[in-house]
């Protein structure tokens, strides 16, 4: 079940990414589910899986007896709603990702970080520095921090951590799915430091975003603070029917 979890979270990926960079154009009609579970070297209940998710986040649309379509305006990682990566996010937005200023540290868990990746304070962590850039402009300031005890025995991943999407490297090079993540947002001014890695003045407006994101067992295996340009990304979220009221 596991395995069939992490293939279906590949494919989807996989497929998101085609979607988002324009390899698979809005509009365009996606392969018959045989032609396209055999392309991708999966099961059909698994590639169903995949698309299921995928028309929850808005990527495709699906039909029947028509098929399914690769949707105009894929809206995944920018909705409250969805966990979100920033590389997504760029992605989708029709941005080419970078990264800048990219360090990868040890260090102790602090009492707050231990809290927040439920260890001890004390613990080892994996600290990871860096600036992500949309089109060469840099629009978030992230540190994101994990328990050194997920890298097992393989220390040499380490020098791959910080390029690209961290959760495609949880998942490739760890094997961990991020299930679900916890998250708060509010807006922050920038500091000396987080102005001069966003190129912004100094007390210029921001988005705050901590973060803490949990494997399928409910394990948290990574935890976030981010600092978005206000003007950067257009945050949605969906509300869902009306709240009880005693007007």
Known sequence: M???VRLSFSVRE????RIASGAIEPGTKMPPEPELASELGVSRSTLREALRSLEEDGFVSRTRGLGTFATHRPRLRSNLDVNFGVTEAILSAGMEPGTTESSVSSAR??????RRLALRAGDRV??????????GRPV????????WAIFGEDENALGRLGIGSLYRFLHTELGITVQ???ASFQPAKADKQVA??????????LLYLRQVDYDPRGRPVL????YHLADAFEFTVVRRGPGRSNA
């Open 2 to 4: 596991a395995r069939r």
């Open 14 to 17: 996989e497929l998101a990414s």
């Open 109 to 114: 868990a602090s009492t707050n970080v231990a």
């Open 126 to 135: 994996v600290v990871l520095d860096r600036v992500r850039t949309a089109n």
């Open 140 to 147: 978030v300031s992230s540190r994101d921090i994990l328990p």
């Open 180 to 182: 679900h993540g916890v």
């Open 196 to 205: 001069s890695r966003l190129r912004v003045i100094r007390g210029a407006l």
């Open 223 to 226: 935890c976030s603070d981010e």
